[in-house]
């Protein structure tokens, strides 16, 4: 069996047996520390998926994620539905923020189900093509927010960038997730 196969498959063996972060998201009203580690947990994911796969990993930057967490708190509001709308301004704003910006993707995701929430996302964008497509691209920044509407419905935004080799400094990553609860996927999810 080759390597990369065994890489892979080691990979899918952790989501599903790891646990996630949190049984669940605060609200919106609440204090953000759910939402920061449910975020932290699905950018480590991303980056173990990443490494074992032999991609290079991805950098976290506070910014890409403010602007990940915005679109996520516009669609839990209803300011915007579930999906890509204004991306482009989204792009058009990280450009501004980042010189040579030469290429930008986005993953959205909603679910209803908290449990193992960080690890649903990841598991519904690794089965399908354009957001695994994301997730492999040539990108070497990323972002990521989470919000949840009042209905408990729980919005998720990764933006990913490409930056130049001379505009990338030491970023703050994430430290790996800590606490942890079973890993399920009973929600009935979204993602665009």
């Given at each position: 069996?080759?390597?990369?196969l065994?890489?892979?498959?080691g990979?899918?063996?952790?989501?599903?047996?790891?646990?996630?972060?949190?049984?669940?998201?605060?609200?919106?009203?609440?204090?953000?520390?759910?939402?920061?580690?449910?975020?932290?947990?699905?950018?480590?994911?991303?980056?173990?998926y990443?490494?074992?796969?032999?991609?290079?990993?991805?950098?976290?930057?506070?910014?890409?994620?403010?602007?990940?967490?915005?679109?996520?708190?516009?669609?839990?509001?209803?300011?915007?539905?579930?999906?890509?709308?204004?991306?482009?301004?989204?792009?058009?704003?990280?450009?501004?923020?980042?010189?040579?910006?030469?290429?930008?993707?986005?993953?959205?995701?909603?679910?209803?189900?908290?449990?193992?929430?960080?690890?649903?996302?990841?598991?519904?964008?690794?089965?399908?093509?354009?957001?695994?497509?994301?997730?492999?691209?040539?990108?070497?920044?990323s972002?990521?927010?989470?919000?949840?509407?009042?209905?408990?419905?729980?919005?998720?935004?990764?933006?990913?960038?490409?930056?130049?080799?001379?505009?990338?400094?030491?970023?703050?990553v994430?430290?790996t997730?800590?606490?942890?609860?079973?890993?399920?996927?009973?929600?009935?999810?979204?993602?665009?």
């Amino acid at each position: 069996m080759p390597i990369r196969l065994l890489l892979l498959l080691g990979f899918m063996m952790l989501i599903g047996l790891t646990p996630a972060l949190g049984q669940q998201t605060s609200s919106s009203n609440a204090g953000g520390d759910s939402r920061a580690k449910i975020e932290q947990e699905t950018f480590y994911l991303i980056n173990a998926y990443r490494e074992a796969s032999k991609l290079p990993p991805l950098q976290w930057d506070p910014m890409i994620a403010n602007v990940a967490r915005n679109h996520s708190h516009d669609m839990a509001t209803g300011e915007i539905g579930f999906g890509h709308a204004g991306f482009h301004n989204r792009v058009v704003k990280l450009s501004a923020a980042f010189a040579g910006l030469q290429g930008a993707g986005e993953n959205v995701f909603e679910s209803d189900d908290p449990t193992g929430i960080a690890r649903s996302a990841v598991a519904a964008w690794l089965k399908s093509p354009p957001h695994l497509k994301n997730i492999r691209g040539d990108y070497n920044f990323s972002g990521l927010g989470i919000w949840e509407d009042q209905k408990g419905m729980i919005y998720f935004t990764q933006i990913f960038v490409k930056l130049p080799r001379a505009a990338e400094t030491a970023q703050a990553v994430p430290p790996t997730p800590g606490i942890l609860s079973p890993f399920g996927l009973f929600a009935t999810p979204s993602t665009r």
